[in-house]
């Protein structure tokens, strides 16, 4: 079936760093790709909506500057989170439809785990 | 009040017990998402549906839209179906990713 690939699993930084997570489709194309995240006990939230070659439609609240998203190729979206903090410590995934139309499934990476220091 | 309510929260069962898993809506939507999540976190997509019935293997989701309500059932429950179910939604009009998500349940199925 669709695999839907996000890297790192797992990473900790010091504030004021920025990280990257990566999200890649691995055997079909996605022209769109979904970010969420999750704090503690928590429901999911969607964040931002990315579309290849055109920018990022985010969620109202998140900050586009803070969280910086690039789909650049069909198979390949990429979520910056600039100047970390503490609060931004959070549970981020990305899901990915491979074809655009209702009956389309969402298939969904294995997760960040960002922990700010 | 959330516009996507799960209940149980919590859930214990013995293996082997029928499981049912509800969930109510409030809003317009076009799909409905019944979700794994993986103690690590990872997200299995187990159903979409926008209306009746739809099983694979030992899960069963239905839903009812005049009610906005769906229910997931669980047949012959075993230990590694222990999880938290999520119930999602898409809003009419929005694309499938759009979701809002509910609380989720935490399953435990004991040996």
């Known amino acids: ?117 | 009040k959330n516009e996507v309510e799960q209940s149980p929260q919590n859930l214990t069962a013995q293996e082997g017990e029928f499981i049912t898993i509800n969930c109510s809506y409030s809003v317009g939507i076009s799909a409905l998402h019944w979700l794994q999540q993986h103690p690590g976190g990872g997200i299995v997509s187990l159903f979409m549906l926008s209306s009746g019935k739809k099983k694979h293997g030992r899960l069963i989701a239905t839903i009812n839209i005049q009610e906005k309500h769906s229910s997931l059932h669980i047949t012959a429950s075993h230990p590694r179906d222990s999880a938290v179910y999520i119930c999602a939604v898409t809003l009419w009009g929005g694309s499938q990713g759009n979701l809002i998500f509910g609380k989720g349940t935490k399953l435990s199925v004991k040996p």
Request: charged residues 15%; hydrophobic residues 35%; contains cysteine.
């Open chain 1, 1 to 117: 079936g669709a695999v839907v690939s996000q890297h790192p699993s797992r990473v900790i930084c010091k504030s004021g760093t920025s990280v990257k997570i990566e999200c890649r489709s691995l055997d079909f194309q996605a022209t769109t790709m979904f970010w969420y995240r999750q704090f503690p006990k928590q429901s999911l939230m969607l964040m931002a909506t990315s579309n290849e070659g055109s920018k990022a439609t985010y969620e109202q609240g998140v900050e586009k500057d803070k969280f910086l998203i690039n789909h650049a190729s069909l198979t390949l979206s990429t979520l910056t989170v600039t100047s970390a903090h503490p609060e931004d410590s959070s549970f981020y995934i990305c899901s990915a439809v491979d074809r655009v139309g209702s009956s389309s499934p969402l298939h969904f990476g294995n997760g960040t785990r960002l922990t700010v220091t």
